[in-house]
């Protein structure tokens, strides 16, 4: 039985007195790639944000490998094993590449050396000197998703990774995610619409209808 790493259940969030999150519930397990599809405005990075705790006035259960979140600060969350890769990036413009991704802290053991990481992305090996905001668009997203996988997150939320991106880039970053995930990586990644998506593997082959998160209207999710 695969074990499941990620529960929410009830999960409500609120901006002020605005009710923006309304009931979420679903499961990511082991092994997973889960894409929250939506148009904009629907809630995903809310969804992401309340799921980490970075929304403060948040009610429900968000169960994360056996333990209820839901009363943690982000920091804690963190430490549980979750990365998150923001859509803003957060790249630091008077650090090196390699200044920041070697800026996050361990989170738990397995996370991948600077070597693993080089090869995985050599762009960011050649560009290792340059400053963070002298990188392309797609440099600083290899950079951004790079930060996570060296601190050992083993649930990662990435947040728009492929926005604004070439097509070569986007491609590249779906090769990059399949490979986390023939590691036993659990990705939860959100999409702005199907047709933004890189060249996954169809609905009809490799993708199976999960279930429904309610999120200012329905939003399909699908797991490979």
């Known amino acids: 039985m695969v074990a499941e790493l990620l529960r929410a259940s009830s999960l409500h969030a609120y901006y002020g007195e605005s009710h ?26 809310t969804t992401l944000k309340t799921l980490l705790g970075l929304i403060a006035s948040r009610s429900g259960s968000v169960v994360i ?6 009363s943690l600060a982000p920091h804690q969350i963190a430490h549980l094993g979750v990365g998150y890769c923001p859509e803003e990036r957060g790249i630091y413009a008077s650090l090196s590449t390699e200044e920041n991704l ?9 996370g991948m050396s600077i070597a693993e990481i080089y090869a995985m992305f050599p762009n960011l090996q ?4 340059s400053r963070g905001t002298h990188l392309s668009g797609g440099e600083q997203q290899m950079l951004a998703l790079a930060r ?3 601190t050992g ?18 491609q590249m970053l779906s090769r990059t995610v399949h490979r986390l995930r023939s590691k036993a990586t659990r990705s939860s990644w959100r999409s702005r619409t199907s047709a933004s998506l890189p060249p996954w593997p ?15 209207r329905r939003a399909n999710f699908l797991t490979r």
Request: net charge positive.
């Open 202 to 216: 169809t609905v009809s082959t490799s993708w199976s209808t999960a279930g429904w998160w309610r999120v200012s």
């Open 65 to 70: 490998n056996g333990r209820e979140t839901i």
């Open 126 to 129: 050649e560009r290792r000197a």
């Open 148 to 150: 996570i996988l060296r």
């Open 20 to 45: 923006v999150l309304h009931g979420i519930d679903c499961h990511v397990s082991r092994g997973e790639v889960v894409t929250l599809l939506g148009r904009n405005g629907a809630g995903r990075t």
């Open 102 to 110: 070697l800026l996050p802290p361990p989170l738990a053991p397995g």
């Open 153 to 170: 997150a083993r649930l990662l939320l990435l947040d728009e990774i492929s926005e604004g991106l070439a097509p070569v880039i986007a």
